[in-house]
């Protein structure tokens, strides 16, 4: 039987009609048209659903659509600004070559905004720990990591 939750997504107050077996990722893709978390695995594995709940990472796919009710939720749809400019984590992965296929990116995005938030300055090893969850079959992680520093270093005031 369909219930109605209410959120917050990406800024704005919203309303859906949702099953309860439902995962935080389907609600995303196919309710709200937003298909940039991915379904790669769906079973917590691979970190391309990934997106912000109350301000943790988490994998939408193993997210019971139940829990959202009262949440802020961010995707990676809510980063860039209405006029179009990239986040600037967003415009560190273009810079820095740490895109290929694309598959993996916003969730990757999405964590290390995640990481971000909390912690502006992170060593190396506090990236990796933050993208531990987040697979990439492409990049080798070596540039995905720079763009993650560079956007750091120009968070910096
Ligand atoms: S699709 Fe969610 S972790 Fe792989
Ligand atoms: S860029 Fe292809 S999986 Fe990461």
């Known amino acids: 039987m369909k219930k109605v939750i209410s959120f917050k997504l990406n800024g704005e107050d919203v ?18 048209e937003l298909t940039g978390a991915k379904e790669g695995c769906g079973k917590g594995e691979c970190g391309a659903c990934t997106v912000i709940v109350d301000g943790k990472a988490i994998n939408s796919c193993l997210f019971p659509v139940m829990e959202v009710e009262g ?20 415009e560190s992965f273009v810079a820095n070559g740490a895109v290929q296929c694309g598959f993996c990116t916003p969730g990757m995005i999405m964590s290390a905004k995640a990481l971000l938030d909390e912690n502006k300055n992170p060593s190396e090893d506090d990236i990796r720990t933050a993208i531990a969850g987040n697979l990439c079959r492409c990049t080798g992680y070596v540039q995905i990591i720079e763009a993650i520093k560079k956007a750091s270093e120009r968070r910096e005031p």
């Open 71 to 90: 949440c802020e939720v961010t995707t990676i749809e809510g980063l860039a600004t209405l006029n179009g400019n990239l986040h600037p984590i967003q």
């Open 15 to 32: 309303e859906a009609e949702v099953e309860p077996h439902w995962s935080l990722l389907h609600l995303l893709r196919e309710t709200f």
